[in-house]
């Protein structure tokens, strides 16, 4: 009698551990997706685009080492006289992103001359991964009502979020291959993203 008092406690047990061990697991799972036909915000599609983006971006710019940052293709592999070296694409992109991704109601001012000071790899990355920060606050901002309205630059804040975004990936693929010359795997091809 003793032997099955302890088995209904025995199986309680079991049981309560694999409830336990289920809802961690469920809590650890990504979110789950909307369903099929539910609206998304503007401010939502672009936050996850530039995600995207900013996850294969970033650290591809970190997998370059330091005394590889000057590093250009040269003429003599092919048509490359005049081509930006690594640092000046995460120069030229970052200072892009102030342009495209800049809050439309403060006034404009050229980065140009903060951007051409940066010489360090740290300095670089740190100064992209701001304009990344810039970008997101931008494309949070982005609502059902002003997404397709003429900012005082000529584009909607939908537009040039959009170009911002396309004009990152073109110095993406410049970017993989310059890694690639330099014998380095991107990071978002070691993952197999």
Excluded: W
């Excluded at 199986?11 to 997706?33: H, I, R, T, V, W």
């Excluded at 120069?91 to 403060?106: G, L, M, R, W």
């Excluded at 404009?108 to 920060?133: H, W």
């Amino acid at each position: 009698m003793h032997t099955h008092s302890l088995m209904p406690r025995r199986l309680l047990g079991c049981c309560l551990l694999a409830a336990a061990s289920a809802l961690a697991m469920a809590q650890n799972a990504a979110p789950a997706k909307p369903a099929v036909g539910t609206p998304v915000t503007p401010a939502q599609v672009y936050e996850k685009v530039l995600s995207t983006i900013e996850n294969e971006f970033v650290p591809a710019a970190e997998a370059m080492p330091e005394d590889k940052f000057d590093f250009a293709p040269s003429p003599s592999m092919g048509e490359y006289k005049g081509v930006r070296t690594f640092a000046a694409q995460l120069k030229h992109v970052t200072e892009a992103n102030d342009y495209y991704f800049h809050d439309p109601s403060k006034p404009m001012t050229d980065p140009r001359a903060a951007i051409e000071k940066l010489k360090t790899k740290a300095e670089i990355v740190q100064a992209l991964k701001d304009s990344f920060a810039t970008a997101h606050a931008y494309v949070d901002a982005i609502t059902p009502e002003n997404a397709f309205l003429t900012t005082p630059g000529g584009m909607t804040r939908a537009g040039a979020a959009s170009q911002g975004m396309a004009h990152m990936m073109d110095h993406y693929g410049q970017m993989v291959e310059y890694l690639r010359m330099n014998g380095i795997i991107p990071p978002a091809s070691r993952t197999g993203m």
